[in-house]
């Protein structure tokens, strides 16, 4: 089974970026489509970015514009480039292909006001 760790999270101010990184241990290419979820404390897990195995892309509205999704399915690894952070970007940040039940550790993303 492919397992997926997150990477890349950290604190940073509010207008920063920060670059996340996804590494699958075996080929990301047998799953349709991956994605970026993101759960903040006391809330639900959110679907912020997803990419198609073909690259086409889809976003949350409320990170179009700041955020992009990429994927290297010769490298196995998925990446979500973070621009313009706001405080209510502050969340876990997971990697997965849509409908799959295990789940990463994922990566702390915080950003401060």
């Known amino acids: 089974q492919v397992q997926l760790v997150e990477s890349g999270g950290g604190l940073v101010q509010a207008g920063g970026s920060l670059r996340l990184s996804c590494a699958a241990s075996g080929s990301i290419f047998s799953f349709n489509a991956m994605g970026w979820y993101r759960q903040a404390q006391g809330k639900q897990r959110e679907l912020v970015a997803l990419i198609a195995r073909g690259g086409s892309t889809n976003y949350a509205d409320s990170v179009k514009g700041r955020f992009t999704i990429s994927r290297d399915n010769a490298k196995n690894t998925v990446s979500l480039q973070m621009n313009s952070l706001k405080p209510e970007d502050t969340a876990v940040y997971y990697c997965?292909?849509?409908?799959?039940?295990?789940w990463g550790q994922g990566t702390q993303v915080t950003v401060s006001s």
């Open positions: 997965n292909a849509p409908g799959r039940i295990t």
